[in-house]
């Protein structure tokens, strides 16, 4: 366990509702869920194994003040941002925005399992993305397909090799993309330095949330 | 009365001349239905028709009146001749518009048609026109009976109506269980705090109401009499009797907690910091007239966490405890975490539910407790046991699918309401059978009882309104909800269905609008609702009458008393017109002056009877001119054809129905009759609550008449049909119709 996460859990103590109200970005809106489940009825990942809680539990678990299951869960990395919890939630709270933010923070906290495969898209693809200010198609596709070793990523190649044949010649693809040339933005580094403004901008307001929240 | 001079008048409008042969049916009027006078006009329902008619009445003489044009129930507002006595034949929605507009079915339209107006001159001449009840009283004080929301909102708006009310109440003060209340759910916009329980204002405007005169600390000891004259001996606290005159009477008696000492297993009884609904509520105005925090009783600490348990003791399947939602609870526990919550939002609520229910603007209230902070979960109380201080208790997350418990200061049981309605009549009644063998512990039962009762009714059919479900005062639930089955006696508020505070306040109103029209009404003569108006009343030839008690028993509104020798007495007032008398009485001796044994007798006779080779069957339809006879009517706005051999008759209700009219109808050779009247039971939808219901067990006895004359049971049906009907009726008509084709001619025709 992380230092901030035995931190946060001391600062709150029982409280976990709190804790994801004020430290969660859209914490604030799992008091208002009302228990109808239409969100857990509308996600297309119901039926993966990793779905161990659906978000109607997830939210019943924070208030149930069940901190260990909900950072343990699986549930809000299953998350694939297709909005339809959120659209139809009657009480409209903005279900796919709260998952992400639980997410987060637990990510934040170091509570985030090692090896999650959404997690990890979502690493290299922002990695990737901000690297030269719009994605690299081949350099994101084969550090998905190499992330469980050289052996299944050749296979993996292979099996795909047809439709990337045809994604070149019809000029979809460029395979020089794989050195690091293909299409960049027009200004690398002014992407970067706005980039890096943002990052220090939000890691000051969850340094002041995490020190003055909490305390009475 | 004058002599009578009948006169018939034929309609040519609406396109029915050229679907029948109009001067045919004149013919007929004069040769079969001996009208004095025949006239056919153009456009009957226009100022000329009318005036047409209105002539003959003046200067011709006629008495009489028979109108062969569109149904009974349209054109009421033209064809309105109160002097005379009025029959309609359906010629419009009853045959064109039924019938398709094909050659082939020309003859059987007009054919159809000439029997309507056989009938109608047949009606008519039976008829008398209604005097209107003499024997009326003019007294127009409303009582309310209960000093609550409900009463006081009940007296306030009759009084604004410009009635003088009376108004009872047993307690000391006036307010009820709204002035228990600390402050009450929200019932202004933006619907987040609770509000001012608004009792003292209301009590206040009551006193200042030169029209409302309250009795405190009293009951109604006895309460006899009719709309537009009840007496009621009203006990004070003195000890003394004083006795009022009033026109109609509004029950507002509301209601009581289910008692939590039924819960032993919440809790309730074991530990002090286990409260109902009312427990919480008194803590509130204790700690808000002290200055401080709500505290626990145990040890007078302040409460820290408080769980609100949902549906105590109420929609109880295994029928220990409620087997209803009372409605209201949801509201109340939300209202009263918001009371913890705005003192120190850190004190935990938590409100374990397993459907939140939040009628009116209750959604926007619950919205605004979660954003305080209250937490909602949905589980299931299996024990609340205590523990020192604290209570704990043991609850299944239904949502996580697991038994867990937490610990709370205080609990507070949301155990619902019972109403206050008096005991159940039949209860009683079986009581008062028992209590005849004369031991003491029976008339003891009897007497626990009467000292329930409410209103004290010196009626017949026992002292109170008869219960609906659970308890609760039957007030035609479906369709009028004020009605009882006490004329003049109106129910309003939780003692009808449980309720909230603006729910019963707009009972309290309807119902003050009910009784005034019935003090009203009563005060013409005129009967009250759903005939409102009507100047018909029932009258019995006693020296025909054997005293078989059927008419004072069957009676749906307690109506009929029994006199000093056993003779059925009439309190028109209380009557509402149903005919249900009319139709139970085994001598046929119960009569209206424009609606009788023999209005409908005549005409199942005039129709004209085609022998066994005609393939021309005759079906007789007695419809329920409240839902059945607008169904058919609507079916015929709607071009819904059926079938041509089936001839409808009216009746006020299937209750009216009297046997005698389908054993005469079988008899002359009839193949079928069908009965189409209201659901019954338990979602009953009679507009006369029994009506149908009698009718029907009435009519199960014929099938061993049948039996008796040899003929199959399926030539008499009994359907049950709603207003919305008017789509599937044709259907089931012609289905019928087939049936009885199949069947072959009756064995009777011709004889």
Same mark, same amino acid.
């Given at each position: 366990?992380?230092?901030?996460?035995?931190?946060?859990?001391?600062?709150?103590? &029982?409280?976990?509702?709190?804790?994801?109200?004020?430290?969660?970005?859209?914490?604030?809106?799992?008091?208002?869920?009302?228990?109808?489940?239409l969100?857990?009825?509308?996600?297309?990942?119901?039926?993966?194994?990793?779905?161990?809680?659906?978000?109607?539990?997830?939210?019943?678990?924070i208030?149930?003040?069940?901190?260990?299951?909900?950072? &343990?869960?699986?549930?809000?990395?299953?998350?694939?941002?297709?909005? &339809?919890?959120?659209?139809?939630?009657p009480?409209?709270?903005?279900?796919?925005?709260?998952?992400?933010g639980?997410?987060?923070?637990?990510?934040r906290?170091?509570?985030a399992?090692?090896?999650?495969?959404?997690?990890?898209?979502?690493?290299?693809?922002?990695?990737?993305?901000?690297?030269?200010?719009?994605?690299?198609?081949?350099?994101?596709?084969?550090?998905?397909?190499?992330?469980?070793?050289?052996?299944?990523?050749?296979?993996?190649?292979?099996?795909?090799?047809?439709?990337?044949?045809?994604?070149?010649?019809?000029?979809?693809?460029?395979?020089?993309?794989?050195?690091?040339?293909?299409?960049?933005?027009?200004?690398?580094?002014?992407?970067?330095?706005?980039?890096?403004?943002?990052?220090?901008?939000?890691?000051? &307001?969850?340094?002041?949330?995490?020190?003055?929240?909490?305390?009475? | 009365?004058?002599?009578?001079?009948?006169?018939?008048?034929?309609? +040519?409008?609406?396109?029915?001349?050229?679907?029948?042969?109009?001067?045919?049916?004149?013919?007929?009027?004069?040769?079969? =239905? +001996?009208?004095?006078?025949?006239?056919?006009?153009?456009?009957?329902?226009?100022?000329?028709?009318?005036?047409?008619?209105?002539?003959? !009445?003046?200067?011709?003489?006629?008495? *009489?009146?028979?109108?062969?044009?569109?149904?009974?129930?349209?054109?009421?507002?033209?064809?309105?001749?109160?002097?005379?006595?009025?029959?309609?034949?359906?010629?419009?929605?009853?045959?064109?518009?039924? $019938?398709?507009?094909?050659?082939?079915?020309?003859?059987?339209?007009?054919?159809m048609?000439?029997?309507?107006?056989?009938?109608?001159?047949?009606?008519?001449?039976?008829?008398?026109?209604?005097?209107?009840?003499?024997?009326?009283?003019?007294?127009?004080?409303?009582?309310?009976? @209960?000093?609550?929301?409900?009463?006081?909102?009940?007296?306030?708006?009759?009084?604004?109506?410009?009635? +003088?009310?009376?108004?009872?109440?047993?307690?000391?003060?006036?307010?009820?269980?709204?002035?228990?209340?600390?402050?009450?759910?929200?019932?202004?916009?933006?619907?987040?705090?609770?509000?001012?329980?608004?009792?003292?204002?209301?009590?206040? $405007?009551?006193?200042?109401?030169?029209?409302?005169?309250?009795?405190?600390?009293?009951? !109604?000891?006895?309460?006899?009499?009719?709309?537009?004259?009840?007496?009621?001996?009203?006990?004070?606290?003195? =000890?003394?009797?004083?006795?009022?005159?009033?026109?109609?009477?509004?029950?507002?008696?509301?209601?009581?907690?289910?008692?939590?000492?039924?819960?032993?297993?919440?809790?309730?009884?074991?530990?002090?910091?286990?409260?109902?609904?009312?427990?919480?509520?008194?803590?509130?105005?204790?700690?808000?007239?002290?200055g401080?925090?709500?505290?626990?009783?145990?040890?007078?600490?302040?409460?820290?966490?408080?769980?609100?348990?949902?549906?105590a003791?109420?929609r109880?399947?295994?029928?220990?405890?409620?087997?209803?939602?009372?409605?209201?609870?949801?509201?109340?526990?939300?209202?009263?975490?918001?009371y913890?919550?705005?003192?120190?939002?850190?004190?935990?609520?938590?409100?374990?539910?397993?459907?939140?229910?939040?009628? =009116?603007?209750?959604?926007?209230?619950? $919205?605004?407790?979660?954003?305080?902070?209250?937490?909602?979960s949905?589980?299931?109380?299996? #024990?609340?046991?205590?523990?020192?201080?604290?209570?704990?208790?043991?609850?299944?997350?239904?949502?996580?699918? #697991?038994?867990?418990?937490?610990?709370?200061?205080?609990?507070?049981?949301?155990? =619902?309401?019972?109403?206050?309605?008096?005991?159940?009549?039949?209860?009683?009644?079986?009581?008062?059978?028992?209590?005849?063998?004369?031991?003491?512990?029976?008339?003891?039962?009897?007497?626990?009882?009467?000292?329930?009762?409410?209103?004290?009714?010196d009626?017949?059919?026992?002292?109170?309104?008869? *219960?609906f479900?659970?308890?609760?005062?039957?007030?035609?639930?479906?369709?009028?909800?004020?009605?009882?089955?006490?004329?003049?006696?109106?129910?309003?508020?939780?003692?009808?269905?449980?309720?909230?505070?603006?729910?019963?306040?707009?009972?309290?109103? @309807?119902?003050?609008?009910?009784?005034?029209?019935?003090?009203?009404?009563?005060?013409?003569?005129?009967?009250?609702?759903?005939?409102?108006?009507?100047?018909?009343?029932?009258?019995?030839?006693?020296?025909?009458?054997?005293?078989?008690?059927?008419?004072?028993?069957?009676?749906?509104?307690?109506?009929?008393?029994?006199?000093?020798?056993?003779?059925?007495?009439?309190?028109?007032?209380?009557?509402?017109?149903?005919?249900?008398?009319?139709?139970a009485?085994?001598?046929r001796?119960?009569?209206?002056?424009?609606?009788?044994?023999?209005t409908?007798?005549?005409?199942?006779?005039?129709?004209d009877?085609?022998? #066994?080779?005609?393939?021309?069957?005759? !079906?007789?339809?007695?419809?329920?001119?409240?839902?059945?006879?607008?169904?058919?009517?609507?079916?015929?706005?709607?071009?819904?054809?059926?079938?041509?051999?089936v001839?409808?008759?009216?009746?006020?209700?299937?209750?009216?129905?009297?046997?005698?009219?389908?054993?005469?109808?079988?008899?002359?050779?009839?193949?079928?009759?069908?009965l189409?009247?209201?659901?019954?039971?338990?979602?009953?939808?009679?507009?006369?609550?029994?009506?149908?219901?009698?009718?029907?067990?009435?009519?199960?006895?014929?099938?061993?008449?049948?039996?008796?004359?040899?003929?199959?049971?399926?030539?008499?049906?009994?359907?049950?049909?709603? !207003?919305?009907?008017?789509?599937?009726?044709?259907? +089931?008509?012609?289905?019928?119709?087939?049936?009885?084709?199949?069947?072959?001619?009756?064995?009777?025709?011709?004889?």
């Open positions: 366990m992380s230092n901030l996460n035995e931190q946060m859990a001391d600062r709150y103590k &029982n409280n976990f509702l709190k804790e994801i109200e004020e430290q969660a970005e859209m914490g604030e809106w799992v008091k208002m869920c009302m228990q109808c489940g969100c857990s009825g509308s996600c297309p990942t119901h039926f993966h194994s990793g779905w161990d809680h659906p978000p109607q539990e997830i939210f019943m678990l208030r149930a003040g069940k901190r260990e299951e909900v950072l &343990n869960s699986q549930g809000m990395y299953m998350c694939t941002s297709c909005y &339809n919890c959120y659209v139809r939630c009480r409209k709270v903005p279900v796919t925005h709260v998952m992400h639980i997410a987060e923070y637990a990510y906290i170091g509570r399992p090692k090896a999650q495969p959404t997690l990890h898209l979502s690493k290299t693809f922002w990695t990737n993305a901000t690297k030269y200010g719009r994605v690299n198609e081949v350099q994101l596709t084969q550090s998905l397909y190499f992330k469980d070793g050289i052996g299944s990523g050749i296979k993996k190649a292979m099996e795909m090799q047809k439709e990337a044949l045809g994604l070149v010649m019809a000029g979809r693809l460029n395979p020089m993309e794989a050195l690091g040339m293909g299409h960049k933005c027009k200004d690398v580094s002014g992407i970067h330095k706005m980039l890096a403004k943002a990052e220090e901008l939000e890691a000051k &307001n969850k340094a002041a949330k995490a020190d003055t929240a909490g305390k009475e | 009365m004058a002599e009578m001079k009948t006169a018939a008048y034929l309609c +040519k409008g609406c396109e029915i001349d050229k679907r029948v042969n109009v001067a045919a049916l004149a013919k007929i009027a004069t040769k079969e =239905g +001996k009208m004095a006078l025949v006239r056919e006009h153009d456009f009957l329902c226009s100022a000329d028709g009318v005036a047409l008619i209105q002539n003959d !009445i003046d200067n011709e003489g006629v008495t *009489h009146v028979a109108l062969g044009a569109c149904s009974r129930r349209a054109k009421t507002e033209a064809f309105n001749f109160p002097t005379v006595a009025l029959s309609r034949g359906n010629l419009r929605e009853g045959v064109i518009w039924i $019938r398709p507009d094909t050659p082939d079915a020309q003859e059987t339209t007009q054919e048609a000439e029997d309507y107006v056989r009938m109608m001159c047949a009606e008519v001449k039976t008829m008398q026109v209604p005097a209107g009840n003499q024997k009326t009283g003019t007294i127009k004080t409303i009582l309310v009976v @209960g000093g609550g929301v409900s009463g006081m909102t009940a007296a306030l708006e009759a009084s604004k109506a410009g009635y +003088k009310v009376v108004l009872i109440e047993k307690a000391a003060a006036l307010g009820g269980w709204a002035a228990k209340l600390h402050k009450r759910v929200p019932t202004r916009e933006p619907f987040k705090s609770p509000e001012d329980n608004g009792v003292a204002d209301m009590a206040a $405007r009551i006193d200042a109401d030169a029209n409302i005169k309250v009795y405190l600390n009293a009951t !109604i000891a006895k309460t006899s009499g009719s709309p537009g004259r009840f007496k009621i001996d009203i006990a004070i606290e003195s =000890g003394s009797v004083v006795t009022e005159d009033v026109g109609a009477i509004i029950q507002a008696t509301g209601f009581t907690l289910y008692d939590a000492n039924k819960l032993p297993h919440l809790g309730y009884g074991k530990s002090p910091n286990v409260v109902d609904q009312a427990g919480l509520e008194a803590l509130a105005k204790e700690a808000a007239a002290s401080k925090p709500i505290c626990r009783p145990s040890d007078g600490q302040p409460v820290k966490s408080v769980v609100f348990v949902q549906c003791g109420q109880d399947a295994s029928g220990e405890h409620l087997q209803y939602c009372s409605g209201y609870c949801c509201n109340v526990s939300i209202k009263q975490a918001t913890f919550k705005d003192s120190n939002p850190d004190i935990d609520t938590v409100v374990l539910f397993t459907d939140l229910r939040t009628p =009116g603007n209750g959604e926007d209230f619950y $919205r605004s407790a979660q954003n305080r902070g209250v937490i909602f949905k589980g299931v109380v299996s #024990e609340v046991t205590a523990n020192g201080n604290t209570c704990t208790v043991q609850f299944k997350d239904l949502i996580l699918n #697991e038994d867990t418990a937490a610990e709370a200061d205080l609990v507070v049981l949301a155990t =619902g309401s019972v109403p206050t309605s008096g005991p159940e009549l039949e209860a009683l009644a079986d009581a008062k059978r028992a209590a005849e063998s004369g031991t003491e512990e029976t008339k003891n039962v009897v007497l626990q009882m009467m000292d329930k009762s409410v209103l004290n009714l009626y017949r059919q026992g002292p109170d309104i008869p *219960h479900k659970h308890g609760f005062n039957d007030s035609h639930f479906i369709c009028f909800p004020y009605e009882t089955r006490r004329t003049g006696i109106y129910a309003a508020g939780p003692v009808r269905r449980p309720m909230d505070i603006l729910q019963a306040q707009e009972d309290a109103t @309807g119902a003050a609008m009910k009784a005034i029209q019935a003090v009203e009404n009563a005060g013409l003569g005129k009967a009250a609702h759903p005939r409102a108006g009507d100047l018909s009343f029932p009258t019995a030839r006693l020296e025909g009458c054997t005293q078989c008690k059927r008419c004072t028993v069957e009676c749906p509104f307690g109506a009929i008393d029994e006199d000093e020798k056993r003779f059925p007495l009439f309190n028109e007032s209380r009557c509402r017109r149903c005919g249900t008398c009319m139709g009485c085994p001598v001796v119960i009569s209206f002056e424009n609606y009788s044994v023999n409908v007798g005549m005409q199942i006779k005039a129709v009877m085609p022998d #066994e080779f005609s393939e021309k069957p005759r !079906i007789l339809i007695l419809a329920c001119e409240n839902d059945a006879y607008p169904a058919l009517d609507m079916a015929g706005m709607n071009r819904n054809a059926y079938d041509p051999f001839r409808v008759i009216p009746v006020r209700c299937l209750g009216s129905v009297n046997t005698i009219w389908i054993t005469d109808a079988l008899n002359s050779g009839y193949d079928g009759v069908m189409m009247g209201c659901k019954h039971g338990d979602e009953y939808q009679c507009h006369f609550v029994k009506g149908s219901e009698l009718g029907r067990y009435r009519m199960s006895k014929v099938y061993d008449t049948l039996k008796g004359m040899n003929l199959e049971i399926d030539r008499l049906m009994d359907m049950e049909v709603a !207003i919305t009907d008017m789509d599937t009726l044709p259907g +089931k008509i012609n289905a019928y119709a087939e049936q009885i084709k199949a069947m072959g001619p009756s064995p009777f025709k011709g004889l």
